[in-house]
């Protein structure tokens, strides 16, 4: 089968999430799949589908280093992302690409896999969507569904930023920053750390282009976006530029004028699962769910199926046995593939919102 590949250099923030939004919006069945390649030219904050970005990035840092903060259409979570990193986007038309996604990570990854160990980096997938390598993660990957396409997205490391990263992260204290600084130095790792000097970027790129051949059983094409990609890319760079798309997560219960009353309480809680920590920020009233939103840096197709869910628990008791069974249909009901994370993680972050 053949590969477009289209290698775009160095790109600036919002384009470079803008290409393969834009390709997956153009692409239509029967198309070529398209494999993207490039790098921000400048430095910038990535959050994932589903966060709640007041809850997880430190804004004031951000806007004072002059750090876009820009939410993609792939979950996971927030990233701090620049030209030391080799981004890769697969679009798939849907009928080419696995369907579940613990199918698609472990599709995709293989070649990404194969390409650390040629260059000399003992390289492993662990699930639900890390590479590590010796316990350290070298690579994180997310996958979508953007209109017709399927998508799965990741990055080689060159080398990363540990101090800036986690001073964009929101924390509770600066003794706490100073761990998480400490912990990520401990458990990242990066083409740099493991070999010393890291491979050119066009080394790495036609090792790779060498192993989706053996692995995936393709033929990479070189190729450019053709002029209704361009457009498409246009639009998705305005669309993610967008404000109120970059905020759209908690903002619900202030533009709904909720009053915070006796017997109704707003309150956030989280449950780390396997699959990611899932946020619940909760407006109970006299024992009930008047409303809630759910956040977190999980993956789950459909892209909506967190949003279902938190509408089907409304106006129910905050009744563990009974959040469990409605959380397990509304799931059934959507056909939600929620890898690592079950009902029991969403209905204690609920009721950890509760209790704070």
Request: net charge negative; charged share 25%.
């Amino acid at each position: 089968m053949r590969l477009r590949v289209l290698d775009l250099d160095h790109q600036p923030p919002y384009r470079s999430q803008a290409v393969y939004h834009g390709i997956a919006a153009a692409l239509t069945a029967g198309d070529d799949p398209v494999l993207t390649l490039l790098s921000p030219s400048d430095p910038y904050v990535c959050v994932g589908l589903h966060q709640d970005i007041a809850l997880e990035v430190d804004e004031a840092y951000c806007q004072e280093q002059g750090l876009p903060v820009i939410r993609r259409r792939v979950g996971g979570g927030a990233v701090y992302l620049d030209r030391h990193q080799l981004f890769f986007h697969f679009i798939y038309p849907a009928e080419h690409a696995p369907r579940r996604i613990s199918e698609i990570y472990g599709h995709f990854t293989d070649p990404v896999i194969e390409t650390y160990r040629r260059l000399g980096v003992d390289a492993h997938f662990r699930p639900v969507n890390d590479i590590q390598v010796n316990g350290r993660k070298i690579g994180g990957t997310g996958a979508a569904t953007l209109g017709e396409a399927t998508v799965m997205v990741g990055s080689f490391l060159f080398d990363f930023d540990v101090d800036t990263m986690s001073r964009c992260l929101k924390v509770p204290s600066e003794k706490f920053r100073d761990k998480l600084r400490q912990g990520m130095d401990d458990y990242i790792t990066t083409l740099t750390r493991e070999l010393g000097h890291p491979p050119s970027r066009e080394e790495v790129i036609a090792t790779f282009l060498q192993a989706l051949r053996d692995r995936l059983g393709v033929e990479p094409v070189a190729d450019n976006p053709t002029p209704a990609e361009e457009a498409a890319i246009a639009q998705q760079e305005r669309a993610l530029a967008d404000p109120d798309w970059t905020h759209q997560k908690g903002r619900r219960f202030v533009e709904g004028g909720v009053k915070i009353a006796e017997g109704t309480h707003l309150a956030d809680g989280a449950e780390k699962a396997p699959g990611g920590l899932v946020r619940a920020r909760l407006l109970s009233r006299d024992g009930r769910v008047a409303d809630l939103s759910l956040s977190g840096d999980f993956t789950v197709f459909p892209q909506t199926g967190m949003e279902r869910v938190a509408q089907a628990l409304r106006g129910l008791p905050l009744d563990p046995e009974g959040l469990e069974v409605a959380i397990s249909r509304a799931m059934q009901r959507e056909e939600m593939d929620l890898p690592g994370v079950d009902p029991r993680h969403i209905a204690t972050a609920i009721l950890n919102a509760r209790r704070g």
